[in-house]
């Protein structure tokens, strides 16, 4: 037996059927009632219209879109119906509100409602008008949901209680919380007892106003409070920062024997994303997907970039895999968390890897993606990709901003290319896109710091000219200028020239003199500027505070420096690795190592990681002790004066004040000593490291592959990057760069060739291998021949570039011919 067809087919047959003069004599008609609601009770009593209308209401009631394609009929029917019969429509038009009001359908509320309003009967009830009122006051739209109020009382219908509540929880959704407390307060004079529906609308009102302790007081009065006002609480008191009060609100959810919903939930791992307790937020949401609740794409997006703003990259990609094989499908948005997360780690392969995945998943990367990428490349010192990346952009359809420029010329700037920086900025009028302060700003910097003023100067007045008012960061370049080649007279007289100007002068402003005070040890004068950016409302930044610490190290004091330290940590000023790299340099500088030492111990937080320059600065004093003379702070002075007992001494010492050997520590010294091409020292240290339970990371690999790379050893590199992938990692496409040229240059094409073929490039962006291993690490190297035969195995591996990419190469091909 065939299946019947569905509502939909069979409602659209209907509204076909209805169209016609002699619909009545249709011989589907008398069938469809049947069809449409099998469960319907079969009586031939009833009118047929009535009985159509009362199928369609009942087979709608499941699907927003049958219930959008039904109310068309149903009034049909009801309109073809003859008048003694239309009052009978009453059941199947209030089936159909309340199925509106489930779905939030207040238009289709609203042509029903002016329907029955014109063709009564059945015209509408006191709940009719308390149906509709109360889907207006949900959405917020207090104002229409008045004039309904007003019809209600001239057509002869008293309000009620719900009417009430209704209004109540229109005025908290348009933020009139006063006058909703009015109509709270006035029920019991009307005659209706506030229940708990009132009370929670009101608490909810409040809470999303943030007079959180009004909504408690509220709440202590009620005597059976429902979940949803548990859950307006756990919502408005997380959302104030009230978190430890906002769980225990989540506990007493629990403890009443009802499974919190997911607004309750959503409320608290929010509250973690904000306070960065990334940890926090995935165990709420691991508790949301193991009671059945389904959290939405935005909350689980949240937890996946709460961990990338702590760095914690592979716990991201953990919750963004879970997610997916719970069914939350991943949007552009979490994928943008993605890629910002590995570009500011400096592990730009993996975000460009993600382009492909997004696409796979029927996601496009929009511009924000491409804006992410560039930034990456241009932070990784890769502009040319970053220009590539751009090409890339725009064969997608997708057209540059403000933003993409001002990276570009921030990277070209930073670089010292400030002539293609200005050429950037001349092309902008033909892209359509309006230079904004931000532009000229990374101009006039890059120009002064390239010592070209006069330029900036001109870059100044078409900031003028162009409506941007110049702020303080346009102007700290040019003091910064004056300060370096003229003195920090003239600087202080830029500050009292925008005094003059009533542009106030910023804390960067000031900092800027105040450094240089500090260097000519001026303390007198730098301690006055200091109090007057104090006077200006102008409070210390980590900049300004790093300045007093290097000025007192320098001097000798120590407690004063320390005391500096502490006074950053009370005013909330994120410390960051400089400023404690300088108060370890100035112990260390008195021959108080085990002090500098021990300021590892604070160096925890995303901001502060100790970094390269921390272990050179303990290196170099160690070195001096040693040698007992001094040894300048520069990077490859120390690395070849360093042995590995140096190293080992660093250890013991870091041991004995409670500071273990990290990962951290060994990259910067393998990074060092690989720099140096010194194999020995760097498989003594690897060794120490399996000694120290301390397992090879990521990074430590890359600087290992790049030292043999660097000293030929092409068969140990090629070990050690399989290695490196059996682990778990992904090396950079740099590692395969040196690898494959270097085995080139050395006239090994059959091997570089052989390694490609056996490398897992689907793990990769195909363009950006085309790029950073094909051209810059072969053809421009001398070895085009080789090009062909890696394309083809790419094509092979269904990793093809885009076209764009396969017109650089041919670029590229042509200018080296």
Request: charged share 25%; glycine share 6%.
């Amino acid at each position: 037996m065939a299946a019947p067809p569905p509502p939909a087919a069979l409602i659209a047959h209907l509204a076909a059927v209805l169209s016609s003069p002699d619909w009545r004599f249709h011989p589907s008609l008398p069938h469809l009632p049947a069809l449409l609601a099998p469960s319907l009770p079969r009586t031939l009593l009833v009118p047929l219209p009535l009985r159509l209308a009362a199928a369609v209401a009942r087979a709608a009631a499941p699907s927003r879109h049958l219930l959008g394609i039904s109310l068309p009929v149903v009034l049909r029917l009801h309109a073809l119906s003859p008048p003694q019969h239309r009052a009978l429509f009453d059941r199947p038009f209030r089936s159909l509100l309340a199925h509106f009001a489930r779905f939030a359908l207040t238009p289709l509320m609203l042509r029903l409602f002016a329907h029955m309003h014109r063709y009564a009967p059945p015209a509408p009830t006191g709940a009719t008008y308390n149906a509709l009122i109360r889907a207006l006051c949900r959405r917020a739209d207090l104002r229409r949901a008045q004039r309904y109020l007003s019809l209600m009382v001239r057509s002869g219908w008293r309000p009620d209680a719900f009417t009430f509540n209704s209004v109540i929880v229109g005025c908290c959704r348009t933020q009139q919380v006063e006058a909703a407390r009015d109509l709270f307060d006035k029920m019991p004079l009307r005659g209706f007892r506030q229940d708990v529906v009132s009370y929670a609308a009101l608490i909810e009102g409040l809470c999303e106003t943030g007079r959180i302790d009004e909504a408690l007081e509220l709440f202590r009065e009620m005597e059976r409070p429902d979940m949803h006002t548990y859950v307006a609480l756990v919502k408005g008191l997380c959302d104030s920062g009230r978190g430890e009060e906002g769980l225990c609100m989540l506990q007493k959810i629990k403890e009443q024997g009802w499974r919190p919903n997911t607004r309750a939930y959503t409320a608290v791992v929010d509250l973690w994303c904000r306070e960065r307790k990334a940890d926090e937020a995935e165990k709420m949401l691991a508790e949301m997907f193991d009671n059945g609740l389904a959290p939405s794409v935005v909350t689980c997006t949240a937890v996946v970039n709460a961990y990338c703003r702590e760095g914690r990259m592979s716990r991201a990609v953990t919750v963004f895999e879970s997610m997916k094989l719970k069914g939350c499908e991943p949007n552009v948005w979490t994928y943008n968390a993605l890629v910002r997360g590995f570009c500011n780690e400096r592990k730009v392969h993996k975000a460009m890897s993600l382009l492909d995945q997004m696409r796979a998943c029927g996601v496009e990367p929009d511009v924000v993606t491409y804006n992410l990428l560039i930034r990456g490349q241009c932070i990784d010192g890769h502009i040319e990709s970053a220009f590539r990346l751009l090409r890339l952009m725009e064969g997608d359809g997708i057209a540059a901003d403000q933003y993409t420029c001002n990276a570009l010329i921030d990277a070209l700037c930073k670089d010292g290319k400030t002539d293609e920086a200005c050429s950037i900025f001349d092309g902008l009028e033909d892209r359509g896109i309006r230079p904004n302060s931000v532009t000229f700003n990374t101009l006039i910097d890059g120009l002064c710091k390239a010592g070209k003023v006069h330029v900036a100067q001109t870059f100044l007045e078409k900031m003028i000219s162009a409506g941007c008012a110049p702020d303080t960061y346009t102007y700290s370049p040019f003091i910064e200028y004056l300060c370096k080649t003229k003195g920090w007279q003239d600087g202080l007289s830029f500050i009292d020239e925008m005094l003059q100007k009533d542009v106030k002068p910023s804390t960067v402003n000031y900092t800027i003199v105040i450094d240089k005070l500090f260097k000519e040890r001026n303390y007198g004068l730098a301690t006055r500027t200091w109090g007057k950016m104090l006077s200006l409302g102008c409070s210390p930044d980590v900049v300004t505070y790093t300045t007093s610490v290097h000025a007192y190290c320098n001097e000798g004091r120590l407690e004063e420096a320390e005391n500096v330290v502490m006074e950053m940590n009370k005013s909330g000023v994120t410390i960051d690795a400089m400023a404690y790299n300088t108060l370890m340099d100035g112990y260390a500088s008195i021959g108080q190592t085990d002090h500098a030492v021990t300021v590892l111990k604070n160096m925890t937080s995303v901001a502060s990681m100790p970094n390269h320059f921390t272990f050179l600065i303990l290196l170099r004093h160690l070195l001096q002790r040693r040698l007992a003379e001094h040894v300048p702070l520069i990077a490859s002075r120390v690395w070849k004066t360093t042995e590995l007992a140096d190293i080992f001494k660093l250890f013991e010492l870091m041991k004995k004040n409670g500071v273990p050997s990290s990962a951290r520590a060994y990259l910067a010294i393998l990074d060092g000593f690989s720099e140096d091409g010194r194999l020995d020292e760097v498989t003594s240290l690897v060794s120490r490291m399996k000694e120290d339970d301390l397992p090879l990371n990521e990074d430590i690999y890359s600087a290992l592959v790049n030292c043999f790379c660097k000293l030929r050893m092409y068969p140990d590199a090629w070990a050690l990057l399989c290695s490196m992938i059996g682990h778990g990692f992904l090396p950079s496409l740099l590692s395969y760069h040196h690898l494959l040229s270097g085995l080139a240059a050395e006239g090994q094409t059959d091997r570089a060739k052989e390694i490609f073929r056996d490398s897992r490039w689907k793990d990769y962006n195909p363009d950006e291998i085309v790029w950073k291993v094909i051209i810059d690490g072969l053809i421009r190297k001398g070895h085009s021949d080789m090009c062909h035969d890696m394309i083809s195995i790419l094509e092979q591996m269904n990793c093809k570039p885009s076209d764009q990419t396969y017109a650089m190469l041919t670029e590229e091909l042509s200018t080296r011919k």
